[in-house]
């Protein structure tokens, strides 16, 4: 149990529109959804934190209006990256939190690229 | 804020051999959890191993093993009888203990990463 799927997992699009992720929790609730940004061969970047039903948290330097995120259900948040452009391309992991427990769950991530 | 840091970029180690990873990290708190996870090439987190800061005993998972040091603020992570599937990134990260309504519940914060070869 405890699998967290992510859609796609590679997309290509063009500079200038935009594009959504979907992160779900396929066999249990997820009360918190989190959002990371990796670069190759570096760590984990904590983009921002997703509770349902209410704003996602920003971690700084994350500009909110560029990376919008939607916690609509408690088994599905949304990353939509609006604008895009090269410099966003990345691999973006979403990770899930059940029943406010102790482990997190990651998603296989989505590799981004921007041309 | 906690800090997380792992001074090793890249380790190698013959298969079957043992190798031990590095992590220090910096807190005000006393009550908090360590995790060690994996990150092999397709990129998927798999969490390795556990500690709670509250436990003295050093978390043990078949070959995974850590060296808890609280005073020290360490927390390694040792792979014994190395195998070529055991080749990844890893992964320390720190979580506090905070409360369940707190904005920063759950949040994670991940040292720089060591990339880890396994010779055969």
Do not use: H
């Given at each position: 149990g405890a699998v967290v799927s992510q859609h796609p997992s590679w997309v290509i699009c063009k500079s200038g529109t935009s594009v959504k992720i979907e992160c779900r929790s396929l066999d249990f609730q997820a009360t918190t959804m989190f959002w990371y940004r990796?670069?190759?061969?570096?760590?984990?970047?904590?983009?921002?934190?997703?509770?349902?039903?209410?704003?996602?948290?920003?971690?700084?330097?994350?500009?909110?209006?560029?990376?919008?995120?939607n916690h609509a259900s408690l088994t599905l948040s949304t990353l939509t990256v609006t604008s895009a452009h090269p410099e966003d391309?990345?691999?973006?992991?979403?990770?899930?939190?059940?029943d406010r427990g102790l482990e997190q769950y990651f998603g296989p991530g989505t590799r981004l690229t921007v041309t | 804020?906690?800090?997380?840091?792992?001074?090793?970029?890249?380790?190698?180690?013959?298969?079957?051999?043992?190798?031990?990873?590095?992590?220090?990290?910096?807190?005000?708190?006393?009550?908090?959890?360590?995790?060690?996870?994996?990150?092999?090439?397709?990129?998927?987190?798999?969490?390795?191993?556990?500690?709670?800061?509250?436990?003295?005993?050093?978390?043990?998972?078949?070959?995974?093993?850590?060296?808890?040091?609280?005073?020290?603020?360490?927390?390694?992570?040792?792979?014994?009888?190395s195998q070529l599937g055991d080749a990844a990134m890893y992964f320390c990260a720190y979580r506090t203990r905070g409360w369940a309504g707190g904005t920063s519940y759950g949040k994670l914060t991940f040292g720089q990463g060591t990339i880890l070869t396994v010779h055969p």
């Open positions: 990796q670069f190759p061969k570096q760590s984990l970047m904590l983009m921002a934190t997703s509770n349902e039903g209410s704003k996602a948290t920003y971690e700084q330097g994350v500009e909110k209006d560029k990376f919008l995120i391309s990345s691999f973006y992991i979403c990770s899930a939190l059940r | 804020a906690q800090t997380v840091t792992q001074s090793q970029p890249e380790m190698s180690v013959q298969e079957a051999e043992t190798v031990t990873l590095s992590c220090t990290y910096d807190t005000s708190e006393s009550d908090y959890y360590l995790f060690w996870y994996k990150q092999p090439p397709s990129r998927q987190m798999i969490l390795v191993i556990r500690q709670e800061a509250y436990k003295q005993q050093n978390a043990t998972e078949n070959r995974f093993s850590v060296n808890f040091q609280k005073a020290a603020k360490s927390f390694s992570l040792k792979i014994s009888d």
